[in-house]
Nanobody, 119 residues
């Protein structure tokens, strides 16, 4: 079984910060890429950031310079530090884990945690 447990979402004012965390466990595959996707109302799910076991990073252009992804390989935990949040960051954020070096959509997903950026 594969399990991903997310936490850290919430309501924050524009310019504020939030830190998301996701702890993954897998008995069926060795976790490589982990990351975060988000889905805003009426929009498709998009990659926010990903990180491999080896530390390769990937960020969406819209969050570069504001968000920082990191992970603890021993704990299979991935974090997303979100700074200078904007209203367009409002979305449900989904944790991702997969056995590949890139976050292919055939991997596994958390339940999602809602981030609302509003004054």
């Amino acid at each position: 079984q594969v399990q991903l447990v997310e936490s850290g979402g919430g309501l924050v004012q524009p310019g504020g910060s939030l830190r998301l965390s996701c702890a993954a466990s897998s008995a069926t595959f060795s976790i490589n890429a982990m990351g975060w996707y988000r889905q805003a109302p009426g929009k498709e799910r998009e990659l926010v950031a990903s990180i491999t076991r080896g530390g390769r990073l990937n960020y969406a252009d819209s969050v570069k310079g504001r968000f920082i992804i990191s992970r603890d390989n021993a704990e299979n935990t991935v974090y997303l530090q979100m700074n200078d949040l904007k209203s367009e960051d409002t979305a449900v954020y989904y944790c991702y884990a997969g056995p590949w070096s890139i976050p292919l959509p055939q991997g596994y997903w958390g339940q999602g945690t809602q981030v609302i950026v509003s004054s």
